[in-house]
């Protein structure tokens, strides 16, 4: 299983050119599995001994034990992934996760800043003075651009083009995006880069935010400082990077925004993906329509 594995993360790395992110997630739940059907190593076992009642045995045990349903789904499509690269490189005669089916997921409206909200996180950074030009700068551009965190922090000097106002984006699959840049964000940038001057080893991978220490800005510490400063506006959602991401796209939508232009906008490759906003921009729509049109029924 081992050799398997990783000749199938070396596949998606470098053929299918996946994010270091979804590489590692992968990664996580494929070792899940094998650890699940060697029970913990102590039986050795080859792909080819897998078949369709294990595979439905260790969904049953990640239900029974309380897992999500959403990442049960996301482990079920990581193993018909897995499976079916084996089945294509002659490793295997046949897919025995291709019918293999996750419980039906409920989708969950994603949380979100209502504008007031995000108005007030936009004013006030909660940083040392050091810090504080790159952390507007960043919560501009997640709120501003809906950036996925890992997009954020993979951002180069070289990716903005303050003269037109634009950023080149590198999201999922490699595949990158032209995204227009907001006044306030834009404004936020150029005072950031005004106390950043280019050094004097520039490269076109010297990354546009770096942590304390000089190196490239992680995920981690993306969220570490997301949570920090949205706690400081509102305790009524999770403080995370995909919070501005919903949040960029839900007042997009509540303002009148074409829901195919929010998906573009956000790298999604489906409009399916996409639509889950429309549960929130609905009840902006049902007060427009309760409080302008004459059979609405409402009262007046």
């Given at each position: ?197 280019l050094p004097s080893d520039f490269q076109h991978s010297t990354p546009l935010f770096t942590s304390p ?88």
């Amino acid at each position: 299983m081992q050799t398997a594995i990783s000749q199938f993360l070396s596949h998606l790395k470098n053929e299918r050119n996946l994010s270091p992110e979804t590489l590692r997630a992968y990664r996580s739940d494929l070792v899940q599995f094998t650890d699940f059907v060697t029970e913990g190593g102590r039986v050795p076992v080859t792909p080819r001994e897998i078949g369709r009642s294990r595979l439905r045995g260790y969904l049953s045990s990640l239900l029974r034990h309380g897992s999500d349903p959403v990442s049960i789904a996301r482990k079920a499509s990581a193993l018909r992934t897995f499976f079916g690269y084996l089945c294509r490189e002659e490793l295997l005669s046949a897919n025995p996760a291709v019918s293999l089916k996750a419980p039906k997921r409920t989708r969950r409206v994603p949380g979100f800043l209502n504008e007031r909200d995000a108005q007030a996180l936009m004013a006030a950074p909660a940083s040392n003075s050091d810090l504080v030009l790159r952390d507007r700068a960043i919560l501009e551009l997640l709120y501003g651009a809906g950036l996925r965190a890992s997009e954020l922090v993979g951002l180069n000097r070289k990716d903005i083009d303050l003269e037109n106002a634009s950023l080149k984006v590198l999201g999922k699959g490699r595949k990158e995006r032209l995204l227009p840049l907001g006044h306030y964000a834009a404004d936020a940038l150029k005072a950031f880069l005004h106390d950043q001057p280019l050094p004097s080893d520039f490269q076109h991978s010297t990354p546009l935010f770096t942590s304390p220490s000089g190196r490239r800005l992680t995920t981690d510490g993306l969220r570490r400082l997301v949570r920090r400063n949205i706690r400081q506006v509102s305790a009524s959602t999770k403080a995370s990077p995909h919070v501005l991401r919903h949040t960029f796209a839900t007042h997009l939508l509540n303002r009148g925004a074409d829901l195919r232009a929010v998906k573009e906008l956000l790298g999604h490759s489906r409009l399916s993906t996409t639509q889950i906003y429309t549960h929130m921009a609905m009840d902006r729509l049902k007060q427009v329509y309760d409080q302008a049109h004459p059979r609405s029924g409402k009262e007046e």
